[in-house]
Protein backbone atom coordinates (compact mmCIF):
# COMPACT_ATOMS: atom_id res chain seq x y z
CA UNK A 1 0.00 0.00 0.00
CA UNK A 2 0.58 3.48 0.30
CA UNK A 3 3.33 5.21 2.33
CA UNK A 4 3.68 8.48 3.85
CA UNK A 5 4.24 11.35 1.03
CA UNK A 6 4.55 14.75 1.22
CA UNK A 7 4.65 17.55 -0.81
CA UNK A 8 6.76 19.20 -2.11
CA UNK A 9 10.08 17.18 -1.94
CA UNK A 10 12.30 20.62 -2.28
CA UNK A 11 11.31 23.79 -1.82
CA UNK A 12 13.35 26.97 -1.52
CA UNK A 13 12.15 30.20 0.01
CA UNK A 14 13.32 34.09 0.64
CA UNK A 15 13.57 34.82 3.84
CA UNK A 16 10.40 36.48 5.10
CA UNK A 17 8.09 34.60 3.01
CA UNK A 18 5.95 32.22 4.20
CA UNK A 19 5.68 28.52 3.11
CA UNK A 20 3.39 25.28 3.51
CA UNK A 21 4.27 22.02 3.58
CA UNK A 22 2.10 18.95 3.14
CA UNK A 23 1.72 15.92 4.57
CA UNK A 24 -0.34 12.31 3.60
CA UNK A 25 -0.09 10.16 5.91
CA UNK A 26 -0.92 6.55 5.45
CA UNK A 27 -4.67 5.92 5.32
CA UNK A 28 -6.46 4.83 8.35
CA UNK A 29 -3.41 6.11 10.51
CA UNK A 30 -5.14 8.52 13.36
CA UNK A 31 -1.89 9.87 14.76
CA UNK A 32 0.46 11.99 12.77
CA UNK A 33 3.36 13.49 13.55
CA UNK A 34 5.88 16.47 12.42
CA UNK A 35 9.58 16.21 13.04
CA UNK A 36 12.61 18.80 11.87
CA UNK A 37 16.13 17.33 10.92
CA UNK A 38 18.74 19.64 11.04
CA UNK A 39 21.86 19.06 8.61
CA UNK A 40 24.30 16.65 11.01
CA UNK A 41 21.31 16.44 13.58
CA UNK A 42 18.63 13.28 14.38
CA UNK A 43 14.66 14.33 13.93
CA UNK A 44 13.23 16.25 16.69
CA UNK A 45 9.76 16.64 17.97
CA UNK A 46 7.58 19.53 16.34
CA UNK A 47 3.71 18.55 16.64
CA UNK A 48 1.35 15.65 16.76
CA UNK A 49 -2.43 14.88 16.18
CA UNK A 50 -4.27 12.37 17.25
CA UNK A 51 -7.29 12.58 14.46
CA UNK A 52 -8.13 16.51 13.75
CA UNK A 53 -6.48 17.88 17.27
CA UNK A 54 -3.18 18.57 17.77
CA UNK A 55 -1.89 16.28 20.84
CA UNK A 56 1.06 17.72 22.05
CA UNK A 57 2.49 20.81 20.09
CA UNK A 58 5.13 21.50 22.79
CA UNK A 59 8.19 21.12 19.73
CA UNK A 60 7.11 23.91 17.96
CA UNK A 61 9.74 26.12 18.31
CA UNK A 62 7.90 29.73 18.30
CA UNK A 63 4.71 31.32 17.12
CA UNK A 64 5.60 31.19 13.54
CA UNK A 65 5.01 27.39 13.37
CA UNK A 66 1.46 26.07 12.92
CA UNK A 67 -0.15 22.94 12.02
CA UNK A 68 -3.30 21.59 11.01
CA UNK A 69 -5.14 18.45 10.24
CA UNK A 70 -8.76 19.65 9.37
CA UNK A 71 -10.15 16.57 8.62
CA UNK A 72 -7.98 13.67 10.32
CA UNK A 73 -6.02 12.88 7.19
CA UNK A 74 -3.38 15.06 5.19
CA UNK A 75 -1.92 17.65 7.44
CA UNK A 76 -0.41 21.02 6.37
CA UNK A 77 2.44 22.83 8.62
CA UNK A 78 2.41 26.35 8.07
CA UNK A 79 5.97 28.61 8.60
CA UNK A 80 5.33 32.65 8.82
CA UNK A 81 7.97 35.12 8.36
CA UNK A 82 10.76 32.28 7.07
CA UNK A 83 14.43 32.67 8.46
CA UNK A 84 17.41 30.98 7.49
CA UNK A 85 17.38 29.09 10.74
CA UNK A 86 14.27 27.37 10.01
CA UNK A 87 16.43 25.86 6.79
CA UNK A 88 16.36 21.86 7.13
CA UNK A 89 14.68 18.45 6.27
CA UNK A 90 10.71 18.35 7.95
CA UNK A 91 9.74 14.94 8.52
CA UNK A 92 6.20 13.18 8.59
CA UNK A 93 5.39 9.94 10.25
CA UNK A 94 1.95 8.48 10.86
CA UNK A 95 1.12 5.58 13.57
CA UNK A 96 -2.05 3.99 13.85
CA UNK A 97 -4.40 4.35 16.48
CA UNK A 98 -2.57 2.20 19.79
CA UNK A 99 0.39 1.32 17.61
CA UNK A 100 3.92 1.67 18.78
CA UNK A 101 5.17 2.39 14.97
CA UNK A 102 5.65 5.08 12.92
CA UNK A 103 6.59 5.30 9.34
CA UNK A 104 8.10 8.03 8.07
CA UNK A 105 7.73 9.94 4.71
CA UNK A 106 10.75 11.13 2.44
CA UNK A 107 11.02 14.65 4.15
CA UNK A 108 9.90 17.98 2.99
CA UNK A 109 13.81 20.13 2.07
CA UNK A 110 13.37 23.57 3.19
CA UNK A 111 15.99 26.07 2.06
CA UNK A 112 15.46 29.39 3.61
CA UNK A 113 17.57 31.98 1.43
CA UNK B 1 13.72 14.05 30.35
CA UNK B 2 14.11 11.33 27.56
CA UNK B 3 17.53 11.69 25.89
CA UNK B 4 19.38 9.02 23.56
CA UNK B 5 22.96 8.89 22.93
CA UNK B 6 24.58 8.15 20.25
CA UNK B 7 28.48 8.25 20.85
CA UNK B 8 29.71 7.82 17.52
CA UNK B 9 29.25 10.22 14.95
CA UNK B 10 31.03 8.24 12.33
CA UNK B 11 32.13 4.64 11.95
CA UNK B 12 34.54 2.88 8.77
CA UNK B 13 34.13 -1.07 8.38
CA UNK B 14 34.81 -3.28 5.89
CA UNK B 15 32.96 -4.79 3.84
CA UNK B 16 32.09 -8.32 5.72
CA UNK B 17 33.50 -7.15 9.00
CA UNK B 18 30.88 -7.01 11.87
CA UNK B 19 29.27 -3.67 13.22
CA UNK B 20 28.46 -2.99 16.17
CA UNK B 21 26.68 1.23 16.45
CA UNK B 22 26.08 1.88 20.16
CA UNK B 23 22.73 3.11 21.43
CA UNK B 24 22.29 4.54 25.15
CA UNK B 25 19.21 6.10 26.44
CA UNK B 26 17.86 7.83 29.45
CA UNK B 27 14.02 7.05 30.02
CA UNK B 28 11.84 6.70 33.03
CA UNK B 29 10.13 3.65 32.60
CA UNK B 30 10.54 1.13 30.29
CA UNK B 31 10.97 2.68 26.97
CA UNK B 32 10.12 1.63 23.57
CA UNK B 33 13.65 1.79 21.72
CA UNK B 34 13.83 1.72 17.71
CA UNK B 35 16.71 2.00 15.24
CA UNK B 36 15.85 3.44 11.78
CA UNK B 37 18.12 3.64 8.98
CA UNK B 38 18.13 6.95 6.72
CA UNK B 39 20.19 6.42 3.38
CA UNK B 40 21.05 9.99 1.49
CA UNK B 41 17.55 11.69 0.35
CA UNK B 42 15.80 8.98 1.86
CA UNK B 43 12.99 8.90 4.98
CA UNK B 44 13.65 6.88 7.58
CA UNK B 45 13.16 3.32 7.58
CA UNK B 46 12.86 1.26 10.51
CA UNK B 47 14.51 -1.74 11.24
CA UNK B 48 13.57 -3.38 14.41
CA UNK B 49 11.89 -2.30 17.46
CA UNK B 50 12.15 -3.87 21.20
CA UNK B 51 8.89 -3.55 23.05
CA UNK B 52 9.07 -6.35 25.48
CA UNK B 53 10.01 -9.62 26.28
CA UNK B 54 13.26 -11.24 24.95
CA UNK B 55 16.25 -9.10 24.78
CA UNK B 56 17.91 -9.81 21.71
CA UNK B 57 15.63 -8.56 18.83
CA UNK B 58 16.27 -9.93 14.99
CA UNK B 59 15.21 -6.70 12.11
CA UNK B 60 15.26 -5.98 8.24
CA UNK B 61 18.47 -7.08 6.53
CA UNK B 62 19.87 -8.83 8.85
CA UNK B 63 20.34 -6.84 11.67
CA UNK B 64 19.79 -7.66 15.72
CA UNK B 65 20.08 -5.39 18.86
CA UNK B 66 20.48 -6.19 22.27
CA UNK B 67 18.19 -4.61 25.00
CA UNK B 68 20.49 -4.02 28.59
CA UNK B 69 18.45 -2.56 30.92
CA UNK B 70 21.21 -2.42 33.47
CA UNK B 71 23.25 -0.23 31.38
CA UNK B 72 20.58 1.35 29.38
CA UNK B 73 21.59 0.28 25.82
CA UNK B 74 20.32 -0.59 22.87
CA UNK B 75 23.24 -1.64 20.74
CA UNK B 76 23.02 -2.45 17.18
CA UNK B 77 24.67 -5.15 15.52
CA UNK B 78 25.38 -6.73 12.12
CA UNK B 79 27.35 -10.09 11.74
CA UNK B 80 28.67 -9.05 8.36
CA UNK B 81 28.11 -5.75 6.52
CA UNK B 82 27.29 -5.34 2.95
CA UNK B 83 28.16 -1.38 0.75
CA UNK B 84 24.73 -0.93 0.81
CA UNK B 85 24.35 -0.49 4.38
CA UNK B 86 26.28 2.77 3.83
CA UNK B 87 23.86 5.26 5.52
CA UNK B 88 23.09 6.93 8.73
CA UNK B 89 21.71 5.24 11.52
CA UNK B 90 19.20 6.39 14.25
CA UNK B 91 18.11 5.07 17.91
CA UNK B 92 14.95 6.32 19.53
CA UNK B 93 12.97 5.96 22.38
CA UNK B 94 9.28 6.44 22.70
CA UNK B 95 6.33 4.91 24.20
CA UNK B 96 3.46 4.21 22.55
CA UNK B 97 1.96 6.81 20.10
CA UNK B 98 4.27 9.25 22.19
CA UNK B 99 6.49 11.30 19.70
CA UNK B 100 10.20 9.67 19.18
CA UNK B 101 13.30 11.38 20.77
CA UNK B 102 15.94 10.48 18.68
CA UNK B 103 20.05 10.44 18.94
CA UNK B 104 22.12 12.50 16.99
CA UNK B 105 22.52 9.37 14.35
CA UNK B 106 26.05 7.43 13.26
CA UNK B 107 26.90 7.79 9.63
CA UNK B 108 28.05 4.17 8.55
CA UNK B 109 30.92 4.01 5.83
CA UNK B 110 31.54 0.57 3.99
CA UNK B 111 34.93 0.09 2.20
CA UNK B 112 36.44 -2.68 -0.02
Known amino acids: GAGVSQTPSNKVTEKGKYVELRCDPI?????LYWYRQSLGQGPEFLIYFQGTGAADDSGLPNDRFFAVRPEGSVSTLKIQRTERGDSAVYLC???????????FGPGTRLTVT | AQSVTQPDIHITVSEGASLELRCNYSYGATPYLFWYVQSPGQGLQLLLKYFSGDTLVQGIKGFEAEFKRSQSSFNLRKPSVHWSDAAEYFCAVGEGNTPLVFGKGTRLSVIA
Open chain 1, 93 to 103: ASSSYGGNEQY
Open chain 1, 27 to 31: SGHTA
